[in-house]
């Protein structure tokens, strides 16, 4: 499945790439339009990057995504919640976060609509992204899943999902009932 997805992103980058190259020389200017008809300056320097980011402390976040929650970490002395989660707290520099689970109720404050995207999301069509303010007060930056344009005060319920085409576990907004 990820094999097929990172087949079908390089076969899109190539179609890019080879366009872009077409349009240098005529023009002389790595310049594009985007689909809005607005000018993107197009660096012609490929960049592959795969990273990897150490998780030990904070692996019980993607347990919980296994089981269908998303969790946070708690500051046991004061009470301060990390979201995403972090292993020690910023405010009063304890360690040994307590682990809980984030409600699914929350509030949306913030909206975007995603309409140019990086490569590596670019077979997705343009979607919505959601601050929602969840019912322990804590902000949460997610996609939404509604047929609709989100809106400042909607009631939305935060669940894990499965995103396809990778197959991997993650948590996203939908319309609350």
């Known amino acids: 499945m990820i094999t097929d997805t990172r087949r079908r992103i390089q076969e899109e980058i190539d179609k890019s790439l080879t366009q872009l190259d077409q349009l240098v020389k005529i023009t002389k200017l790595p ?3 985007d689909k809005n008809g ?8 490929e960049l592959d990057l795969r990273y ?8 019980k976040f993607y347990e919980g995504l296994g089981k269908g929650k998303v969790m946070a970490t708690k500051c046991p002395k004061c009470g301060a919640i990390y979201f995403p989660p972090q292993a020690d707290c910023s405010k009063c520099r304890s360690s040994d976060l307590e682990w809980i689970e984030m409600p699914a109720e929350g509030e949306v404050v913030a909206f975007t609509k995603i309409f140019v ?6 077979h997705y069509p343009d979607y919505y992204v959601v601050v929602a303010r969840m019912s322990n ?3 949460v930056t997610a996609w939404y899943r509604g047929k609709d344009q989100p809106k400042v005060g909607e009631r939305v319920k935060l669940n894990v999902v ?3 085409p ?4 993650t948590y996203e907004f939908e319309p609350w009932g």
Do not use: A, C, M
């Open 38 to 45: 607005s000018p993107l300056w197009v660096d012609v320097r």
């Open 31 to 33: 310049i594009i339009t």
């Open 137 to 139: 007060g804590v902000n």
């Open 52 to 59: 990897q980011i150490p998780v030990k402390k904070i692996y």
């Open 117 to 122: 995207k990086p490569v590596s999301f670019s």
């Open 162 to 164: 499965e995103r396809d």
């Open 166 to 169: 990778e197959g991997y576990l």
